[in-house]
């Protein structure tokens, strides 16, 4: 069994910067690897993912620009650089796996494409 543990989350102003990181427990080398998001009362989007080996990305358009997914194979770690930060960026943020390829850039952001998931970290930005 996968196990994910997210951390980094916190309060920001707008404009200020995070940066979350996903502990993984397996190895990440051969993963899809996804950051998603869910604010109260929305739905669960993808916002960013990585693909395994050599590590092209794919990015949801509303975070085009300001979020980086970058990945440490030797360490299973995940992140997701988050600069220029905006009140809509508030949610809890989710890191997802899954085995093989993520398939084309859209389906690497569905949150059907993903078998294991961490228990989230919360992002609040105020205006």
């Known amino acids: 069994q996968v196990q994910l543990v997210e951390s980094g989350g916190g309060s920001v102003q707008a404009g200020g910067s995070l940066r979350l990181a996903c502990a993984v427990s397996?190895?990440?080398?051969?993963?899809?690897m996804g950051w998603f998001r869910q604010a109260p009362g929305k739905d669960r989007e993808g916002v960013a993912a990585i693909y395994p080996g050599g590590g092209g990305t794919a990015l949801a358009d509303s975070v085009k620009g300001r979020f980086t997914i970058s990945k440490d194979d030797a360490k299973n770690l995940v992140y997701l650089q988050m600069n220029s930060l905006k009140p809509e960026d508030t949610a809890m943020y989710y890191c997802?796996?899954?085995?093989?390829?993520?398939?084309?850039?859209?389906?690497?952001?569905?949150?059907?494409?993903?078998?294991?998931w961490g228990q989230g970290t919360q992002v609040s930005v105020s205006s």
């Open positions: 997802a796996a899954e085995e093989g390829w993520c398939g084309t850039p859209i389906q690497a952001l569905l949150t059907a494409n993903y078998k294991y």
């Open positions: 397996g190895d990440i080398y051969r993963s899809c």
